[in-house]
């Protein structure tokens, strides 16, 4: 069975920072593809992260580059976000998703490439 487990989600004030970790098991870890994403209320659930786990290849959304850093323990199994400088505009749950298919560049943020997600975490940034 597969399983993503987010956490690490709390209430942080603008410029603060939050590590969130996304625990993997039931699927081959270093051979996926890993992405974060996050879904504020009244929107649509947005890319926000995406590492590869056979080359720790990443990529990082316009709206997040510079300030999140996506990496990964593959001994652990384990996906990280590191978010600093947050804005109160990353407020959101986020979830972490996974899938085995090596997804191609266009693909690596949008949701619908995914195959298996996590309940999610919140992250509540205040102004």
């Known amino acids: 069975e597969v399983q993503l487990v987010e956490s690490g989600g709390g209430l942080v004030h603008t410029g603060g920072s939050l590590r969130l970790s996304c625990a993997a098991s039931?699927?081959?870890?270093?051979?996926?593809?890993i992405g974060w994403f996050r879904q504020a209320p009244g929107k649509e659930r947005e890319g926000v992260s995406f590492i590869n786990n056979r080359d720790s290849s990443t990529y990082h959304a316009n709206s997040v580059k510079g300030r999140f850093t996506i990496s990964s323990d593959n001994a652990k199994n384990t996906v990280y976000l590191q978010m600093n400088v947050l804005k109160p505009e990353d407020t959101a749950v986020y979830y972490c998703a996974a899938t085995i298919r090596d997804l191609t560049p266009a693909a690596t943020l949008d949701p619908d490439e995914y195959d298996y997600w996590g309940q999610g975490t919140q992250v509540t940034v205040s102004s």
């Open positions: 039931g699927f081959t870890f270093d051979e996926s593809d």
